[in-house]
Nanobody, 117 residues
Framework: QVQLQESGPGLVQPSQTLSLTCTVT??????????WSWIRQAPGKGLEWMGT???????YVNTFLESRTSVSRDTDKNHFTLQLTSVTPEDTAMYYC?????????WGQGTQVTVSS
């Protein structure tokens, strides 16, 4: 079973860009028909899907976040990344990476990101 681990800064200043990395082990991010996603959960709110990158590099992004969100990958390092620009305190959340698209299998443990000056 694939395993995922998020990494990135725990604190980001408003208006800056948040960058998170998800490292995948026990499997390749290029495995046929595998999808890799970012999901977040703000305090007191439900899960929010942010974006996905497919095994062949196609990306899908939540339309509500599209102007600020990008998902990319590094196949040599077997990881995929999330970039969220112009962050505000409303972007404070637990950020998760997961295997899948719409339906998710393995999840990372999550990383807390706080947007504050």
């Amino acid at each position: 079973q694939v395993q995922l681990q998020e990494s990135g800064p725990g604190l980001v200043q408003p208006s800056q860009t948040l960058s998170l990395t998800c490292t995948v082990t026990n499997g390749s991010i290029t495995m046929n028909r595998y999808y890799w996603s970012w999901i977040r959960q703000a305090p007191g709110k439900g899960l929010e899907w942010m974006g996905t990158i497919s095994y062949d590099g196609v990306t899908y992004v939540n339309t509500f976040l599209e102007s600020r969100t990008s998902v990319s990958r590094d196949t040599d390092k077997n990881h995929f990344t999330l970039q969220l620009t112009s962050v505000t305190p409303e972007d404070t959340a637990m950020y998760y990476c997961a295997n899948g698209y719409r339906f998710f299998g393995s999840w990372g443990q999550g990383t807390q990101v706080t947007v504050s000056s």
